[in-house]
T-cell receptor, first 112, second 111 residues
Framework: DGGITQSPKYLFRKEGQNVTLSCEQN?????MYWYRQDPGQGLRLIYYSQIVNDFQKGDIAEGYSVSREKKESFPLTVTSAQKNPTAFYLCASSIGGEETQYFGPGTRLLVL | LAKTTQPISMDSYEGQEVNITCSHNNIATNDYITWYQQFPSQGPRFIIQGYKTKVTNEVASLFIPADRKSSTLSLPRVSLSDTAVYYC????????????FGAGTILRVKS
């Protein structure tokens, strides 16, 4: 069954802690993306990657880091430098950088 | 810098046709226009994509004028289950042709 999976569905972070959100796709897509969505707001781009071992900052990259060691995986780390991390995080992938993006189910991050 | 513009919200009744317009004055020359639907606490779902003129699929139509500075998503005969947020996604020249989401339109369908 092809698609994009994100885990966990809910994640809790303590003050000063780094947490990593998982995103995996088996669609053989080259491009992957991370978005942040705040309540009642649209999607804002955090990072994107068009090919393995390469990624670029989006509009709100500060306090976040990513890696793209494998084509199917694009984990996002929310670092302690991100002072307001509570949000809904969405991962997406596309065949190429300008093609239709397909989204995962999202991870909701909450701060304890 | 202006990105894209969509109405914040729209109300409709079951069985009516709904048209949602997205303005994108600086759309990248070669990019498609894509629309998504999102329900609460879920990832956006692809609805329809087009480059120019009119595109129709089993759930919606997309109208794009010749200048491509706007696009209109048309949902025929909406039902209660169409209550959701609708986003347009386009590449914008002022952002290096990067794909940019609109702020979204909340559609409320009433019985």
């Amino acid at each position: 069954d092809g698609g994009i999976t994100q885990s966990p569905k809910y994640l809790f972070r303590k003050e000063g802690q780094n947490v990593t959100l998982s995103c995996e796709q088996n669609l053989n897509h080259d491009a992957m993306y991370w978005y942040r969505q705040d309540p009642g707001q649209g999607l804002r781009l955090i990072y994107y990657s068009q090919i393995v071992n390469d990624f670029q900052k989006g509009d709100i990259a500060e306090g976040y880091s990513v890696s793209r060691e494998k084509k199917e995986s694009f984990p996002l780390t929310v670092t302690s430098a991100q002072k307001n991390p509570t949000a809904f995080y969405l991962c997406a992938s596309s065949i190429g950088g300008e093609e239709t993006q397909y989204f995962g189910p999202g991870t909701r991050l909450l701060v304890l | 810098l202006a990105k894209t513009t969509q109405p914040i919200s729209m109300d409709s009744y079951e069985g009516q046709e709904v048209n949602i317009t997205c303005s994108h004055n600086n759309i990248a020359t070669n990019d498609y226009i894509t629309w998504y639907q999102q329900f609460p606490s879920q990832g956006p779902r692809f609805i329809i994509q087009g480059y120019k003129t009119k595109v129709t699929n089993e759930v919606a139509s997309l109208f794009i004028p010749a200048d491509r500075k706007s696009s209109t998503l048309s949902l025929p005969r909406v039902s209660l289950s169409d209550t959701a947020v609708y986003y347009c996604l386009v590449g914008l020249m002022e952002y290096g042709n990067k794909l940019v989401f609109g702020a979204g339109t909340i559609l409320r369908v009433k019985s």
